[in-house]
């Protein structure tokens, strides 16, 4: 059954592999509307999603348009589910703490319980384990985000631990087992 999935991406190393999760998803038929932080745009740009998904990608919530929208509302309502991959410290704690200062917080913030919520963590293994971002980890999955533990690599930084994203095809499966 073919979904709307809204795809967040923040800023980290593992925005690439966000590009290959969002392609499978249209393999299998979904439609996929990718938002980016500014700092996940560092990384790998707007134009490589808009090229796998065919859709405008989201960075600014406030550039021009050439039809009023209120962005953030008009996705909420067009999105079945939402999965944030990779999802930085910053951004968890952001959603955590209800800050919204970018369209991707200002959109999961708008994002109701009702829909399915997903957070893929990537970060360094200090960050991950980190008390404040375990605390936030808790809180978003009490308030019912299902949360895709990181695995255990060599990080980008070259330490080896806990905090490479969840490989894409166990994301893929996670979101169709529980929600498509």
């Not at 979904?3 to 800023?11: M, R, T, Y």
């Not at 980190?130 to 999955?141: G, I, S, T």
């Not at 080896?160 to 994301?171: E, F, L, N, Q, V």
Request: proline share 3%; glycine share 6%.
């Amino acid at each position: 059954m073919s979904k709307n999935v809204l795809l967040g991406v923040s800023g980290s190393i593992a925005a690439y592999k966000a590009a290959e999760l969002a392609s499978t998803l249209i393999k299998r038929g979904h439609c996929v509307k990718v938002i980016m932080t500014e700092n996940a745009a560092k990384f790998v740009t707007p134009l490589t999603f808009q090229t796998i998904t065919g859709n405008e990608v989201s960075v600014d919530g406030f550039a021009p348009v050439e039809h009023f929208d209120v962005q953030h509302i008009s996705l909420v309502k067009w999105a079945d589910l939402a999965v944030i991959a990779p999802a930085t410290a910053n951004v968890i704690a952001k959603i955590a703490c209800g800050i919204a200062d970018d369209l991707l917080t200002t959109f999961m913030l708008a994002f109701p319980r009702e829909k399915r919520r997903f957070i893929a963590p990537a970060m360094n293994t200090g960050m991950y384990e980190n008390a404040a971002v375990q605390d936030n980890l808790k809180l978003l999955e009490k308030r019912g985000f299902e949360i895709m533990e990181p695995r255990e690599a060599r990080l980008a930084c070259g330490d080896t631990g806990k905090g490479a994203m969840m490989k894409t095809a166990d994301i893929l499966k996670r979101i169709e087992a529980s929600a498509l």
